[in-house]
């Protein structure tokens, strides 16, 4: 099977089963929208939850989730860079008006790869080589830096612009200080997003891969940049493990990606930060642990010119799809102090953290002093607003005077070069004053439902299963009286619906059809398990619970179902664990 | 206590323990816009997975979840009918530009409740009573029109205008027919939607209670207008069960709210349909459980001219809160068909249901043909093409030609009366088609966790408890060692903390300062149960569990805290019922 013919396989079974399908379809659709139907709904929630886990309720001493607005005010999104910075280029045609990305263009019918390069160079590109526009062959424009903020405005004046957050980094940086408050002051502090953005891409394509409204799943991790081991206290628990990796340098010589251990990438510098390595480890286990296998992962290093404006380091991680080859679907960058320090450029306000040493430090300092007595003596009655006026200038000023490199004037007054008086002070310290550095991963949602759907997708027997790992499952359990006619065995099986509901799991009841076509279509949209109702159960109480992957079915006590779910589906355990084997099962 | 001294302090708690505050703090804030902190974010997240349990999975067979964007095209907008009439009259002041909400000034200044009232009669109030600019004492303009639409623009084009959602329901009448494709094809059929909207408000104020970004749980509850019994499958389990209603002829009269039971109101047509009164009921046993006392709560009817453009019934489900007395935490509205029709209109897409009958009907229906054989006698070679043009007019137009009540002309021809003929021909029809009407529940999840954080807020022994109900508390678990300084005390408390996490709490683990401070830090956060470990765990094993409520303590064996936690949080357990008291507990 090709990739285009899985990607097409796989989208039926998305649009026909209700997991997703382009947004506002009956209006022909608008691109870079889609929808997420009931199923889909729940897979997100599912692999949004398990996010949950692994990033935020398994570092609940020091990670918190918290919720900030999908729309700010112009100001915030000018000092995050993205006014200024958050652009592509965008050529137009000059003949009919279309619009094209002009670096995908570009590379589409050039082969040149444009990426980075600046819109006068690729302007010259497209003079030079006479590229057209490829709808109505006229000749494009010059090309120009489109910002993809979706813009708005806030209230009724028509002055106060407002945009769609990009990222959701911005939120945590402006509430940052009130988080660390209520943290009690202390670091590392992880706080994580989850929400929806919006990036008005010049002319989206590749369906679920370049959306303009996503949801993001995003930690930005406050850290002492001079604390790199405290910083990470879990790290000593992934430094064994295995990354697959290409540093940027290795993607330029064309070298693919290798293994290196944790330890190893860091102590060679490739990986510049302990905590950036723990946070990749994470989202690596996070990505297997929905379905996708090792060696169908990595992550790449982004070269100085293709990292955002705020970053310093920056990997891509990489999984490989059906259609379109190795897409990203997180990326870790090390933003360092770029957020914080222009929010508080902007804001004025101070947004360092002070951490106190263990015991205080006391340290000696110069000082510049005038001298009373000389002071007193010169200026008599004006004396006293000299002094005054003194002990409010900067300490820098004064040394200047006193050193002759500015002008000794104070209060208009000329002093005397000799009432300046050096002396060493003796000063304790309580602590340190910094603004922290930010580790921050991010996911793409969507992309990953998407991945986790596709890889989930299988054939059997010519039939379709969807076998996604069993605790993302959107609908938990199936529950089927094995004869559609009769009303006992229905009367027991929605009895058993029921307990399964109560008990808190996701249940669908489906009698209609023949029970070879009811397994069918429950396979088919990922239902790990289905018990089934027989003539047995009305007479002895057991039920058939059935697995999705093996067709293998057993028998069990109809109020161990809960429990036997349980386990089943959180639990790992093999389904041949749980009751009495059903001789011939297996193979439907 | 005063409404105003409890709103401070709750306040006061809410940004101090990092519950929810204004949002872009650090640039002096933007009305309308709160940040849910790291508390506040899990406590939303439980109530959001209280509504669904309620609303969704209660009811799985035929309730569904979907998840749509926020940004949607004009067109969809212009269909749903909020371009024309999603507005708020607004005046400005011709000195100093101010802005104001002119029905709220009016109201506040004049005392004149001007809800409802044209632009033009509100200028005329303000005219005659000569109201004028409430900052600057300038003289007021017209009154106009706003709309509350967040408006934005999608891709490059500068006519694609688009909208931040001002409700979700567009999201699922737009999807409404794939949505029920996934479904089979059968009603009623409730699809849901969670999720941020935007309202442009003029000046929002009353902090979480008007805010221009919010979150939205919703259902629109498809049914067949022509079958109210199988819409409401399990109506029969709440009739008995009682609302208090305040019908708006009540209102008009001064009268208070009263109770009916459901039955009652739905007889007597107080409730127009039965799945409304369902709903209502859902959400009053929703906000209960909450936290809400029933006598704090009422549903309140719009009169003709409060209710949205799309509505002909819309109940307001009232809480009370200290500051601002009674407030609309959620409505119940419906819909009809107005918004499928309109959609139908505006996307030439059929969008109706077709309900097969249990068996075909055959009916008779009268037919106007034309004679063959006249038609050839007197139109020779030409009748062939009469004949055509006639079998594709519509019947109406046939049948007026044949009544007279038309020029019988055809194919530039005038037909005979004679040869128009009427005749009985049976038709066999399998079902009927019909555009399903729309039950709407709508809930605004942002006051709700206001109204469930204000309610929980208590004072005892001059401390402060935050006494929400279990299975919504966004910690569940504190784990302290009793003595900060201990190592052995430490080492086993961070043991029971990792066995918490890993069966899946949200825990806390705390070990700096006295055990007092410890418990009260926790009991203002709503930490329902804290476990302690002290010398007797080091003999025995045993750690004791703490209500928060009572402050009783009783000792349980270390390894059974999971699942003593559990029954306290979700089977409603006594903490005596968890373990052997300890004596003298239960006054700190």
Redesign the interface.
């Known amino acids: 099977m090709t990739g285009e013919d899985l990607y097409a396989k796989v989208m039926e079974l998305a ?4 997991f997703f ?1 382009p ?5 022909g659709g ?13 897979l ?1 929630q599912k692999i949004i939850d398990k996010w949950r ?1 692994f990033i935020v ?2 570092h ?2 020091y990670v ?10 112009s ?2 999104y000018e000092a995050s860079g993205h006014v200024e910075n958050f652009t592509d280029p ?1 050529v137009t045609c000059l003949k009919c008006g279309r ?1 094209f990305r002009a670096d995908h263009l570009i590379e589409e019918k050039l082969g040149i790869d444009a990426e980075g390069l600046s819109p006068e160079e690729m302007t010259r590109i497209i003079r030079e080589h006479d590229l057209r526009c490829p709808v109505c062959g006229g000749e494009l424009g010059e090309v120009k830096l ?1 910002n993809l903020l ?8 028509e002055g106060n612009k ?1 945009y ?1 957050r990009p990222e959701l980094a911005q ?1 945590m940086f ?2 940052f ?3 660390l ?3 009690r002051g202390r670091l590392p502090l992880g706080i994580a997003q989850i ?2 953005v ?1 990036r ?4 989206p394509r590749q369906a679920m891969m370049r959306l ?2 996503f949801t993001i799943m995003e930690m930005e991790y406050f850290i002492d940049p001079e604390d790199e081991e405290g910083s990470c206290p879990f790290y000593d628990r992934v430094k064994k493990e295995t990354l697959r990796i290409r540093p940027y340098k290795a993607k330029e010589t064309g070298e693919p990606p290798r293994e290196y251990t944790v330890e190893e990438a860091v102590d060679a510098g490739i990986i510049i930060h302990k905590c950036m390595a723990y946070w990749m480890v994470i989202g690596k286990r996070f990505l297997e642990s929905l379905g996708v296998p090792p060696e169908n992962m990595y992550f790449e290093e982004k070269g100085p010119h293709e990292r955002a404006h705020y970053s310093s380091q920056t990997f891509d991680q990489m999984v490989k799809v059906a259609r379109w080859g190795w897409v990203e679907v997180a990326g870790y960058s090390y933003r360092g102090d770029y957020d914080l320090s222009r ?1 508080m450029k ?2 004025g ?1 101070d ?1 360092t953290v002070f951490k106190p040493y263990e015991k205080p430090k006391t340290v000696k300092v110069r000082k510049v002093i005038l001298d009373r007595a000389i002071i007193g003596r010169t200026f008599k009655s004006e004396a006293k607003k000299i002094l005054e006026e003194a002990s409010k200038l900067p300490e820098e000023k004064l040394e200047a005077m006193a050193s002759g490199r500015e002008e000794p004037v104070i209060a208009g007054k000329r002093i005397p070069r000799e009432a300046f008086r050096i002396v060493e002070k003796e000063v304790k310290i309580t602590g340190r004053k910094f603004i922290p550095h930010v580790v921050e991963p991010s996911f793409g949602t969507d992309r990953i439902v998407y991945v986790a759907f596709e890889y989930a997708y299988r054939e059997k027997a010519g039939r379709t299963i969807l076998s996604l790992p069993r605790d993302i499952a959107p609908i938990e359990a199936g529950v089927v009286p094995l004869v559609e006619k009769d009303e006992k065995l229905r009367e027991r099986a929605r009895q058993l619906y029921e307990i399964l ?1 109560e008990a ?1 799991y ?4 489906d009698e209609s059809g023949s029970i070879g076509r009811r397994y069918a279509r429950l396979d088919e949209i990922g239902v790990p398990a289905v018990f089934t109702i027989d003539y047995q159960t009305l007479e002895d109480g057991t039920v058939t619970m059935r697995d999705r992957d093996t067709w293998r079915q057993v028998r069990i006590p109809l109020e161990e179902a809960p429990t036997a779910l349980r386990r089943f589906l959180y639990e790992a355990a093999d389904i041949t664990e749980l009751g009495i084997p059903v001789e011939g099962t297996g193979e439907d």
Chains 1, 2 share one sequence.
């Open positions: 649009k026909r089963r209700g399908w947004s506002y379809e009956i209006y608008v691109a870079g929208f889609y929808d997420f139907g009931p199923l889909g709904s729940l997100k886990r309720r398994n609940s001493n918190v989730e918290i919720e900030t607005p999908i729309i700010g005010p100001k915030v965008i619009k489109f979706f813009p708005t405005q806030i209230g009724p004046y407002g769609i939120g402006v509430a200080k009130r988080v408050e209520t943290m929400g929806r919006g008005n891409e010049i002319s303009r409204e929010h902007y804001s306000q947004l509901v808190g996701h249940v669908v009841y």
